[in-house]
Every structure is written in structure tokens, then in C-alpha cells.
């Protein structure tokens, strides 16, 4: 496989350093998003405002981000405001505005998106992107994608580029604000290992605690340590990918935003059906949804390797189950033999309302790693 370039971008403070653009006579000071309205600055005849200090909050609000002034001083992201006003008495408090966050936030993507249309959409100020097509030279192009975000928007952000997405959202963050960070598999062990676990985005408070108490710290600690060590601990699949996390080895595609991740097609039924005693009623409809979704994916150009099923029973609990096969289809056959694998999964005694098929793991057809499955099957039921 060809190295890929993956890029993470991220923005720097954000919500802070939206507000800056509002109020840039705060530059430089420590300053804290986390109000409520009655936090709101008020203007002053002279053009000023007259702000809320932290010194003066009460209250048991959580502080959304801070300024790197603010951060100085100990100030970070979800910590109360009460601790913080402790910290940093004379910090200035903001109330969050998410409407101007969701329109910078707007702002600075379609931005990066006339150079960079490959882009995933990773929640309000980051966004994954794959290089891997551009033929300027990494630094030139990172570059040109953080001016291009700077004269759409005012505000500055960091750029990791690297092999994958775990890698390049490590890079991101190693040198904020207003970075760019490239790093190539030979930087693994130099610039990776030395790394703390809890930098992996994947490996959440609950894995480092653990991981600590078997000793191991950094992601130098996870990539020497023994493979039977951490599946007696982490379970397989986990385990798996920590050593593969140790390796800097990710090969998660970049999702363009106008992929589905996933299609579904389900029916309310007009009476409820029992599995037993309307069996060839729910075997109809079963089918089907199956062939249903297995249109919805020729149509769009998609395989899916996850088949699931949603039931709904008379008293409106719900189930789902899945299923992964070992290749992609679009193949209605493959899906109803997948959906009816699971529905052999779930307890069928009482009455159903609703049935649901659903295929996930989509990949657009043709493209690496999907294997062309049959195109005519037989529809047998199960
Ligand atoms: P982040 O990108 O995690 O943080 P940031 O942009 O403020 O700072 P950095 O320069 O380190 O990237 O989060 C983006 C925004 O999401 C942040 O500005 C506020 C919001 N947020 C919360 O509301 N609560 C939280 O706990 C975190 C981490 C972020
Ligand atoms: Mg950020
Ligand atoms: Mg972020």
C-alpha cells in the first residue's frame, strides 16, 4: 500500500480565541469560557467593557476552555470555575456563545476545503484530512492550509501531518499553538514513545489507570511490553490495537462527510407478529428490507462489512445485534444470511412492532480491501 498523508487539524482555544475577535483588548490576559449570560461583558462609555473576574463567580459551572495566559496558570478544560477562580483569581469570565463557535466553525472547514476537499469532520474545531493526492510538498501545503484558515477566520491553528490519523492527531497537539508537526515512521520511536499513554486519543482515563498499574506509562512502555500482558488484562481486540497503537499503525480511512456511515431500511409492522405464528409474514418482510438495503448500496456505490438488525417488541424495548463478515457486499443474498444470523440472536416470544436491517463498515465499491462479492444469490431463508 502506498504511504498515505494524513493530516489533523485543530484549532488553537477556540471558543477563547473566538471571543478575542469579539473582545481583542483581552489579548494576553487569562481568560476563561465558561459563563452563563449574566457573565456577559457590558460596554463602558468609552468603547470599553467591563468584564466578570473569576474571583467573583459562584456557582458550579465547568470551564469549556481557557486561554494559554489562563492555562499558564493551571486553568484547563472541564475543571469547576470555582477551582479555577482559586488559580486565577483575575482571569476574565466569558459566557459561551456556541452560536459564533458553530459559524467559525463553519468558516474555518469551508476554508480548508477548497484546498483540501478530503476532508472528516471530527466535531466543531478538528478535522482529519487526506494529502495523500496533493503533490506540494508537506510544510508548503500545511502552511498554506493554516493561512488560508487565518485569513478566513482570524484565528490560528495547529496541523499534524503524518502516515495515518492516530499518528497525525498525536502531531497536532506537540506543538500548540499555531504548529505544524510532520512526522514520518522513522520519527516513531524518537518522537512517539517518549509520549504519554493518555495522548492517544482512544485510550481514555479508565485504560491509563490501568495501564499504570502494570507499570506502563508511555506509549515506549506499550510497544516492549508482553503481547500476553495485555490480552489477560485489555481482553483481545484491545490489546491488539494498543500494540499496533505502540507501532504508530492506524489504517482507518479519512471519511469524507458526504459518505453515509451506514444505511438502514426498517418497517413498522400495522399489527404486531409473533416469530412463530406469523412466520412467513415476518420472513417476507425480512427479505424484503434486506433487499431494500442491498439496492440502497448498489444505488450509492457502497459494500458494507457489518449486517445488523433492529427489533422492537410490543412493549417498545428494542435489540440490535450484528454481524461482521469477513469481506464487504452490497450482495441482498450475503445481507439476509448476515441479518438472519443475528435475528437468531435475540429472544422472539414476544410480539414485534418494528424490524430494522441495517449494513455499517460501508467502503465505496471498488476500492481497496472490498472484495467484489457475488452478484446474484439465492434468497434462501434462514
Ligand atoms: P479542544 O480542541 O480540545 O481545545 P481548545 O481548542 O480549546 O484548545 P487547544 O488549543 O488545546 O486545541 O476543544 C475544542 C473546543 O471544545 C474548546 O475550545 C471548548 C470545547 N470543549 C469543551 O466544551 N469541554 C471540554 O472538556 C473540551 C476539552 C473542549
Ligand atoms: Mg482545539
Ligand atoms: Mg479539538
Same mark, same amino acid.
Given at each position: 500500500m502506498p504511504a498515505r498523508r494524513i493530516a489533523h487539524l485543530d484549532m488553537d482555544a477556540f471558543y477563547a480565541s473566538v471571543e478575542l475577535l469579539r473582545? @481583542?483588548? &483581552?489579548?494576553g490576559r487569562a481568560v476563561v469560557i465558561g459563563g452563563g449570560s449574566a457573565h456577559q461583558p457590558v460596554p463602558q462609555p468609552d468603547g470599553t467593557h467591563s468584564y466578570s473576574l473569576l474571583r467573583n463567580y459562584v456557582g458550579r459551572g465547568v470551564v469549556t476552555t481557557s486561554t494559554y495566559e489562563a492555562r499558564a496558570l493551571g486553568v484547563f478544560s472541564a475543571m469547576g470555575v470555582m477551582k479555577a477562580a482559586r488559580l486565577a483569581p483575575d482571569a476574565v469570565l466569558l459566557p459561551t456563545d456556541f452560536k459564533a463557535y458553530r459559524h467559525y466553525s463553519q468558516l474555518f472547514k469551508a476554508a480548508v476545503a477548497e484546498i483540501a476537499p478530503e476532508m472528516e469532520d471530527r466535531g466543531i474545531d478538528e478535522i482529519y484530512l /487526506? &494529502?495523500?493526492?496533493?503533490?506540494?510538498e508537506t510544510e508548503t501545503l500545511a502552511r498554506r492550509l493554516k493561512q488560508a484558515v487565518r485569513d478566513a477566520t482570524g484565528l490560528s491553528c495547529s496541523i499534524g501531518v503524518a502516515p495515518n490519523k492516530l499518528l497525525a492527531k498525536i502531531c497536532s497537539d506537540l /506543538? !500548540? @499553538?499555531d504548529g505544524v508537526t510532520i512526522l514520518t515512521p522513522a520519527d516513531i520511536e524518537t518522537r512517539?514513545? @517518549? &509520549?504519554? #499513554? !493518555? !495522548? #492517544?486519543?482512544?485510550?481514555g482515563p479508565k485504560a491509563v489507570e490501568k495501564l499504570a498499574g502494570l507499570g506502563l506509562h508511555t506509549i515506549a512502555d506499550l510497544a516492549h511490553v508482553d503481547a500476553g500482558l495485555l490480552q489477560a488484562h485489555f481482553g483481545r481486540s484491545y490489546a491488539l490495537w494498543l500494540q499496533d497503537v505502540a507501532q504508530g499503525l492506524d489504517e482507518r480511512p479519512v471519511v469524507t462527510s458526504s459518505e453515509p456511515k451506514s444505511l438502514s431500511r426498517e418497517t413498522t409492522f400495522e399489527r404486531d407478529l409473533h416469530a412463530r405464528h406469523d412466520r412467513d409474514t415476518l420472513s417476507g418482510i425480512f427479505t424484503a428490507l434486506c433487499v431494500k438495503v442491498a439496492e440502497d448500496l448498489k444505488r450509492k456505490g457502497y459494500v458494507g462489512r457489518t449486517i445488523g438488525i433492529k427489533l422492537r417488541y410490543d412493549d417498545f424495548r428494542t435489540v440490535t445485534r450484528d454481524v461482521t463478515l469477513p469481506a464487504s457486499t452490497d450482495d441482498a443474498a450475503a445481507i439476509r444470511r448476515a441479518a438472519g444470523e443475528c435475528l437468531r440472536r435475540v429472544p422472539l416470544e414476544k410480539r414485534l412492532r418494528l424490524l430494522g436491517v441495517r449494513v455499517t463498515a460501508l467502503t465505496p465499491r471498488g476500492a481497496a480491501g472490498d472484495t467484489p462479492g457475488p452478484s446474484q444469490g439465492e434468497l434462501s431463508l434462514a
Open positions: 473582545y @481583542p483588548e &483581552l489579548r /487526506d &494529502l495523500s493526492s496533493h503533490d506540494e /506543538d !500548540k @499553538p512517539i514513545w @517518549p &509520549l504519554h #499513554v !493518555k !495522548k #492517544v486519543n482512544g485510550i
